[in-house]
């Protein structure tokens, strides 16, 4: 069900990186401070290759009490998302396949934005059931 909506059109474009060598505690501060659930992981060449999102700190770091890890060690790779062209239908379906709440955006082969469930929920409710088919391939 094709919604007419790009994701092109209802992503953030403020992309809040950080460098895969930095602390949990680093990484907690600039979510903190950007008022962001994740962030673009970058290596040593400035090239961004992975997300990590406060539910990464919480479930790899804190929760098993491993707060000396390094950005590089809970960031979820490879980074998933969907050209800019793309249906928030196609958004919403693929982070139910991949149980994740955040894609990049690509518009020729850079990363050019950040769409939540919460994003498209906000845009389309109708679409949630395509994000919580997660919950029942789960089970």
């Known amino acids: ?8 059109d209802c992503m953030r474009r403020s992309l809040v990186t950080i460098s895969e060598d930095a602390s949990m505690y680093e990484a907690a501060k600039v979510m903190t401070d950007a008022r962001v659930g ?8 400035k090239k961004i290759y992975a997300m990590m999102t406060d539910a ?3 479930r790899k770091a804190v929760a098993t009490k491993k707060m000396d890890l390094k950005v590089k060690d809970i960031a979820s790779k490879p980074l998933i998302g969907v ?3 793309a249906d928030i239908n196609e958004a919403a379906r693929l982070m ?6 955040r894609l ?3 518009d020729a082969g850079k990363i050019v934005g950040i769409i939540s469930e919460r994003d498209i929920v906000r845009i389309s409710p109708s679409l949630y059931d395509l994000i ?3 919950e029942h391939l789960k089970q």
């Open 96 to 101: 139910g396949q991949k149980n994740i709440k």
């Open 1 to 8: 069900m094709e919604t007419g909506i790009r994701t092109g």
């Open 132 to 134: 919580a088919e997660k």
């Open 83 to 85: 050209p800019a062209s």
């Open 104 to 106: 990049a955006i690509f």
């Open 38 to 45: 994740g962030l673009l992981v970058t290596d040593a060449k």
């Open 56 to 58: 990464d700190i919480v």
